[in-house]
C-alpha cells in the first residue's frame, strides 16, 4: 500500500496544445505533437476552444501567444478550475508589443486568471551587441540560465525572437523581477547587461524605474511553483514561444542566422519534465500520506497481535 501511495506514475502525460486563438506562430506550432508523441507524451491540439473537458486528464497546457481571438471568460474559468485542481502546469508564451499593445494584456488574462505572479511587459527587449543577437538586435540571444534549475540543464543558449520581458507581482504590486525576489518564483533566463528596452507603442510598463530607452538586464523566462488553490500547480512563462519551430527555437543547432549553437530543444525536453514533477510541497503530500498508511498497518498489526494474546 505504501509502495501504490508512492509510486511514480507511468501513464503518458497528456499535453493540450492551444491553437484555438490566433496564435502568431500557428503554422510553426504543427511539428510539436508528433515530437512531443516521440517523447512519449500524448497530445490534443485544440483549434476551437478551451473546456473542461478537452483539460480533463491532461498535465501539461502550452498557450502562445494569442493574436486575435481572445480568451472568453467560459475559457478563462475552465482553464482555472483546471489549475486550481492541483499537480498540473502551464506554459504561457509571450511576445512583444510591436505587432499592436493589444496582444500583451490578452496573454495577460489567462495569467491573472491563474493568480500568477509572473506577468509579461508592454515592450520589447532589444541586445545591440552582436555577442548577445543573431544578426539583429530584435533577435535576442539568452546565455544567462539559471543554473540551480534543472530545467537549465545542457542549456547555454537560446533565441527569443523579438521577444518582450517580465515582471513580477508581490501582493499585487509589480516588482521587478532582476532584483527582487518572490516566494516561489525564480528565474530561469536573463539578457545580458547591454540588453535595451524599446516601447512600440505610447504603452505604460509595469516595472518600477524602467522606462523606454532603459539598459540593462532583464528576465526572459521565469517559472513559479505551489500555485493554484492547492498549492501544487506549475506556472511557466516565457516571452517568446519557444515551444514551436519557428526560427529554430525548439531545435538544437545553428541559430536562424547561424552566428549561435543554441539548445531549443533541450531547453523544451527539460522545461516538460520540469513540468511534470510535483511541487515541493505536493511531493511532501504523498510522503505524508505514505507515512500515515504506513503508520496504520503497524497499529493495525499490533492490535491483533493484541487480541491473539
Not at 491573472?112 to 509579461?120: F, L, Q, R, V
Not at 501544487?232 to 552566428?259: A, H, Q, R
Request: aromatic share 6%.
Amino acid at each position: 500500500m505504501v509502495a501504490a501511495a508512492s509510486a511514480e506514475d507511468t501513464t503518458p502525460a497528456k499535453v493540450v496544445i492551444d491553437a484555438a486563438h490566433d496564435t502568431r506562430h500557428a503554422g510553426d506550432l504543427e511539428d510539436l505533437p508528433a515530437l512531443l508523441e516521440e517523447w512519449g507524451y500524448t497530445v490534443e491540439v485544440v483549434t476551437d476552444e478551451i473546456t473542461a473537458d478537452v483539460l480533463s486528464g491532461a498535465k501539461i497546457l502550452l498557450v502562445p501567444v494569442p493574436q486575435g481571438i481572445p480568451y472568453s471568460q467560459d475559457e478563462l474559468n475552465a482553464v482555472k478550475a483546471w489549475f486550481d485542481e492541483g499537480n498540473v502546469a502551464i506554459w504561457v508564451a509571450g511576445d512583444s508589443d510591436y505587432d499592436g499593445p493589444e496582444i500583451i494584456p490578452a496573454t495577460n488574462a489567462i495569467l491573472t486568471k491563474i493568480g500568477s505572479n509572473i506577468m509579461i511587459e508592454n515592450a520589447s527587449i532589444e541586445e545591440p551587441t552582436e555577442d548577445y543577437n543573431d544578426g539583429s538586435a530584435y533577435r535576442v540571444v539568452a546565455s544567462n540560465w539559471n543554473a540551480e534549475l534543472s530545467i537549465s540543464t545542457g542549456v547555454l543558449k537560446e533565441v527569443f525572437h523579438g521577444p518582450t520581458f517580465l515582471y513580477g507581482l508581490d501582493d499585487g504590486t509589480p516588482v521587478n523581477l532582476t532584483t527582487e525576489s518572490i516566494k516561489n518564483v525564480n528565474w530561469v533566463a536573463k539578457t545580458s547587461e547591454e540588453a535595451v528596452v524599446v516601447v512600440h507603442h505610447l504603452t505604460l510598463i509595469k516595472t518600477p524605474g524602467i522606462e523606454d530607452g532603459s539598459k540593462g538586464q532583464f528576465v526572459m523566462m521565469a517559472v513559479q511553483e505551489k500555485a493554484g488553490a492547492n498549492k501544487s500547480s506549475k506556472i511557466v512563462v516565457s516571452t517568446e514561444t519557444l515551444f514551436c519551430s519557428y526560427k529554430n527555437m525548439n531545435k538544437d543547432g545553428p541559430s536562424e542566422k547561424g552566428n549561435h549553437e543554441i539548445q531549443g530543444e533541450t531547453l523544451l525536453k527539460n522545461t516538460l519534465e520540469w513540468m511534470q514533477l510535483e511541487s515541493e510541497e505536493g511531493s511532501n503530500t504523498m510522503l505524508y500520506a505514505g507515512i500515515v498508511i504506513l503508520v496504520l498497518i503497524v497499529l493495525g498489526a499490533a492490535s491483533f497481535m493484541m487480541k491473539k494474546k
